[in-house]
């Protein structure tokens, strides 16, 4: 890792969590409709990845999907629209939280359907693959996705077929309100890899440093031809499954409960000299600056036109 | 009886724990229908269990505490898996109440239902019985966007082996709820989740209301308005409105989709004449279309006016706010469809 | 003035018809009444004649060329007088937009419908068939539904404002049923309605047939001596055993005990037996429940009590509905044979005539009297068919021919 990619990952998270934090207050207000499941927690995870991702790679993400939306370039200010439901929204306020999409930046959209993404990455990848290209695509998925058959057929299909596809796992421990450990027959979510024929990595998902490390090797794999590699990245949620959730399944003992990836970023970029402590809090009051213009640009955009009820339904 | 006024949520879960208390063979099986399992300190000393969710809306909140986590099972996140298992529990004994969470998961969850619930015993020439009880929930209104706000009951409907009920008020939530338990077929319970916190008086008692028949809950003579789960309160707002003009309007709540109430609906046509079906599906292929395709058949000579349908327009349901009101039916566009049908009936126009 | 030659309807059917021979020229001076040509019909030739006195001014068509009936064939006017440019089958003003729309030339029935697109009246079902029930033209009804459309409002509004006289009619042809009966005395006025109904609602038949009652007579004869010694208190008359003999073979023929209402056909099992009673100002029907579990001298009981009672008026009224099949006797008043109406809606009913004498002939060829016994069943045609009437009357009779068949 370089320090143009360490201030690049540094400003990443940033902006991830004050978006978050401040989604979660605005949704407090009142402001924002329907359900919210916020990042915050996982940072490490889509900058570690989206690190090494060119525009031209291909992501599917989640219901949990604004960390990897802002960390692969998509507009944060049309972001923070499409979440309040206005005219400037990347979706013209017609997705919302779990839809926001920008196919121009490769982001294939936030997904409202658990286990919905594992057969759209690897049809990405087979676009990649059969025009040649010198992409990849990531399919995000959460541990509670795990468990969906989509996850078995979407793995073996990319074997199979030596998709460039990296199947990235973020496990914060709970599927909606219900913990790994009782969800899933195998301790791991890597360990399963081997029946696909393809490697399983699970790495530190708060250190990102492991997460990029882990997700540079697979790329090359990809883009080597060698097919599919799935990346388990242990990790926690900070908030709850959705706003509002009261997270009585959270104990005191939950693996990673009490780290934060952010602020051991920080220190390890400091220490391993990607990145000063001044440049790091510039970094931190530029990504709240930029947060804050994101909700007042979405706060000033007007409710979208009546008529786009009725717009693009067919190409 | 003892009435309460109680919620439409609380009307389900009482409806469910009843029915668990009378027959040990009713389970409730879905993802975090329960939740927190393996969680320590939700463990009571005496080995009884708290939720962590009691269903993502909180309407199963307590049954595990009461029956344990033997009888209300907290599944992975698996929709084919558990629906599968559903099916295959109900076909040899058990009577499962199987929760999808929402009605859009059906795509995972379908082929238990398409292909095996609903056909078993037809295919099997009568030597099996299938009862199982889907509770999802359907419906726009709460800002969940276009995979979490569909309305989905007349998909269901259309499928031969199921019969599909969605209430309308906490009572008839329960007296439903408990008769589709009873059925001994798969019944989809088709909750709107913008009822949830609709209150009402709901007697104590375990009682049932029959499936497969509709409820006249307003009787009039010039114009019949049939309607679906929320959509009954739309009806009765417009019989309100054009009472004022001296229009007398029948309502009739379906209450079942399928096998829906021909018998009522035809004889309240054969009486006004006129005849508009509020279904918040989408406008094609649905139930509002199912009754106007029927009734133009069978009380084609009673018509005093076109068959009017309100639905959905033809769109994925929207996120924005104001775009997703635009969307669902309400009583102003009822009135502009009906304007037509009772413009002879009265001398001012109404909008 | 003008006057148009017209292709004419000459049958039911005939939709176009054929020119066969003009005898005209244009420019021939016509008189009115005058042959201008002969067409023909798939199977007449007719000569059509000018309408007016004038000149042939225009021929619409040559020899074999096929015309839609209500099409302009030629026109007659003054002579120098302008021709209106005709178009091939163009119809004459005096036909109805509907006879047009049956024809089967595709072609002209496009544009027709486009041309007279102004006039189509718009009416929903149930305003055309009420429209139709009163026989009211929808052309002068207006419409004030949406489109325009004629709605049962409208259809009412035009009978109230028809002329006194035919909106009675009118009136009448909806409420004829209510006005039944008016001014009668309330027995009356049941019968009158009850009558009405029953030959509204059904296709009655009757059938005719004698019956032998020698054994009958014999057999009767018998029993009320058994019964005198056992001091049963029953009279055992012949109604008795034609009842006895009726449930019988009722039994076989389930159509025959059985209503028919509102589009329902009902047979029953059991057999609950009207016996039409005449009063002195009117006409009861008690009736004898489960006549089917009865024997002989319980039904002879039975018969007295409900007839005495409904004579003296103290007949529950439960007693006086809810039967299967009615018989009524004729017999004491000389009738012979006669056209019983249907107890509604029951799908049968046996009336019995005067006991006849009557000679015939024994098996070895000598002639010696018999008893015979006239029945008229009348049914219901829409059920049952003439033949399972005459099997009802042909099982009846064997039991009456064979009447130790009624105790077994």
């Not at chain 2, 003579?221 to 309160?233: D, F, H, R, S």
């Not at chain 3, 119809?91 to 486009?114: R, W």
């Not at chain 3, 009736?287 to 319980?298: E, K, L, W």
Request: aromatic share 6%.
């Amino acid at each position: 890792m370089n320090k143009e990619t360490a201030l690049w990952i540094y400003q990443k998270m940033n902006e991830i969590r004050y978006f978050e934090d401040e989604v979660h207050r605005t949704f407090g207000k009142g402001l924002i409709p329907g359900f919210v499941h916020l990042y915050a927690g996982e940072e490490a995870v889509a900058t570690g990845v989206m690190a090494l991702l060119e525009n031209d790679d291909y992501i599917t993400s989640t219901h949990r999907g604004h960390g990897h939306a802002i960390a692969k370039g998509c507009d944060i200010n049309g972001m923070m629209a499409e979440i309040m439901g206005k005219k400037d929204g990347l979706g013209g306020g017609k997705g919302g939280s779990m839809h926001v999409a920008d196919v121009d930046k490769g982001m294939l959209g936030a997904n409202g359907i658990v286990g919905g993404g594992f057969g759209l990455a690897a049809g990405a990848a087979l676009s990649i693959k059969t025009k040649g290209l010198d992409n990849v695509a990531v399919c995000f998925f959460g541990d509670g996705a795990s468990n969906e058959g989509t996850f078995h057929e979407g793995l073996n299909l990319a074997s199979i077929l030596d998709l460039p596809v990296i199947f990235v796992c973020e496990n914060n421990q709970f599927g909606e309100g219900t913990p790994f450990r009782y969800a899933s027959a195998s301790e791991t979510v890597a360990e399963r890899a081997p029946a696909y024929n393809m490697p399983g990595i699970r790495v530190d998902g708060m250190d990102v440093e492991a997460v990029y490390n882990a997700t540079k090797e697979a790329i090359e794999r990809a883009k080597a031809g060698q097919g599919p590699t799935l990346i388990e990245c242990d990790t926690y949620r900070q908030y709850g499954h959705f706003e509002g959730d009261e997270q009585k399944y959270k104990t005191e003992d939950d693996p990673n409960r009490d780290r934060d990836p952010i602020p051991e970023f920080r220190e390890k970029a400091i220490k391993n000299g990607w990145m000063t402590g001044k440049e790091a809090d510039k970094i931190e009051q530029e990504a709240k600056k930029t947060i804050e213009e994101a909700v007042a640009f979405a706060e000033a955009s007007p409710l979208p036109d009546e008529e786009t009820l009725y717009t693009d339904i067919f190409a | 009886m003892t009435n309460r006024n109680i919620t439409f949520m609380t009307a389900i879960n009482e409806a469910m724990a009843q029915a668990m208390r009378k027959d040990e063979n009713v389970i409730l099986i879905g993802t975090d229908v329960a939740g927190g399992a393996e969680v320590d300190h939700l463990v009571h000393d005496d080995g009884r269990y708290d939720d962590a969710f009691g269903g993502v809306f909180g309407l199963s909140k307590g049954l595990v505490t009461e029956f344990g986590r033997e009888r209300v099972i907290d599944t992975p996140i698996a929709e084919h898996g558990y629906f599968s298992a559903a099916v295959g529990a109900a076909a040899t004994g058990l009577r499962p109440i199987a929760e999808l969470m929402f009605n859009d998961f059906v795509g995972f969850a379908l082929d238990p239902i398409l292909n095996q619930g609903a056909k078993m015993r037809y295919m099997f020439g009568g030597k099996a019985k299938i009862p199982l009880t889907v509770r999802t929930v359907h419906g726009a209104g709460a800002g969940a966007a276009a995979q979490h706000s569909q309305t989905l009951y007349g998909m269901f409907g259309a499928i031969p082996g199921v019969k599909v009920v969605v209430p309308s008020n906490p009572y008839d939530a329960k007296g439903l709820m408990l008769a589709a338990i009873e059925e001994d077929n798969l019944v989809v319970f088709s909750e709107d989740k913008m009822l949830y916190g609709m209150k009402g008086d709901v007697p104590e008692d375990y009682y049932t209301i029959e499936i497969g028949k509709a409820n006249v809950v307003r009787s009039g003579e010039e114009l019949t308005i049939v309607a679906i789960g929320k959509m009954v309160q739309v009806a009765e707002e417009v019989a309100n409105i054009l009472a004022k003009d001296d229009i007398s309007t029948e309502v009739i709540d379906l209450r079942t989709v399928a096998p829906w109430d021909q018998e009522t609906v035809l004889e309240s046509v054969k009486k006004t004449g006129r005849l508009i079906v509020i279904d918040e599906s989408n406008p094609h292929n649905n139930t509002a279309t199912d009754i106007a395709s029927v009734v133009a058949d069978q009380a084609f000579d009673y018509l005093d006016g076109p068959i009017k349908t309100v639905c959905a327009p033809n769109t994925p349901v929207p996120f924005a706010t104001n775009l997703e009101q635009a969307y669902i039916p309400n009583a102003a566009k009822v009135l502009k469809v009906a304007e037509e049908l009772i413009v002879d009936l009265k001398k001012e126009p109404m909008i | 003035m003008q006057g148009t030659i017209v292709m004419p309807k000459l049958g039911m059917t005939m939709k176009e018809g054929t020119i066969v021979e003009w005898y005209k020229e244009i420019g021939d001076p016509v008189a009115k009444g005058e042959a201008v040509l002969m067409i023909s019909s798939d199977k007449l030739n007719q000569d059509i004649e000018a309408p007016i006195d004038g000149m042939l001014l225009a021929r619409n068509g040559e020899v074999d060329d096929e015309l839609e009936v209500g099409a302009v064939i030629g026109v007659v006017g003054a002579k120098g007088s302008v021709v209106p440019e005709i178009e091939k089958n163009a119809s004459a003003p005096t036909v109805t937009a509907a006879e047009i729309s049956k024809t089967t030339d595709q072609q002209s029935t496009v544009e027709k419908s486009s041309e007279s697109k102004s006039a189509r009246i718009f009416i929903t079902p149930l305003a055309r068939r009420m429209a139709a029930e009163n026989e009211l033209d929808i052309q002068s009804i207006k419409g004030t539904g949406g489109n325009g459309r004629i709605t049962k409002q409208d259809v009412l509004r035009a009978i109230a404002e028809l002329p006194k006289e035919e909106a009675a009619v009118a009136a009448d042809t909806v409420k004829t049923r209510t006005k039944v009966g008016e001014g009668l005395t309330p027995m009356r006025k049941a019968i009158a309605q009850n009558m009405r109904n029953s030959l509204e609602q059904s296709a009655q038949l009757t059938l005719h047939r004698k019956v032998t009652a020698d054994s009958l007579l014999d057999f009767q004869k018998l029993l009320a001596k058994e019964i005198e010694s056992n001091a049963i208190d029953a009279r055992l008359t012949l109604t008795v055993f034609l009842a006895k003999a009726t449930v019988l073979a009722l039994q076989s023929l389930k159509k025959m005990n059985a209503t028919y209402a509102e589009g329902r056909l009902t047979e029953f099992d059991e057999v609950h037996l009207g016996i039409a009673t005449s009063l002195e100002n009117g006409l009861v029907v008690p009736v004898i429940q489960n006549a089917h579990q009865m024997t002989i001298s319980q039904l002879a009981k039975e018969m007295k009590t409900v007839s005495e009672a409904a004579r003296n008026g103290t007949a529950d009224p439960g007693l006086l509905t809810g039967s299967t099949f009615t018989i009524t006797n004729l017999g004491a008043t000389g009738i012979e044979y006669f056209t019983p109406i249907l107890n509604a809606p029951e799908t049968g009913i046996l009336g019995v005539g005067a006991l006849q004498d009557e000679l015939t002939l024994t098996e070895d060829g000598s002639v010696k009297v018999s008893k015979k016994i006239p029945l008229s069943l009348t049914f219901d045609h829409q059920i049952l068919d003439g033949a399972d009437a005459a099997q009802f009357l042909g099982s009846l009779s064997s039991i009456i021919e064979s009447p130790f068949r009624l105790v077994l």
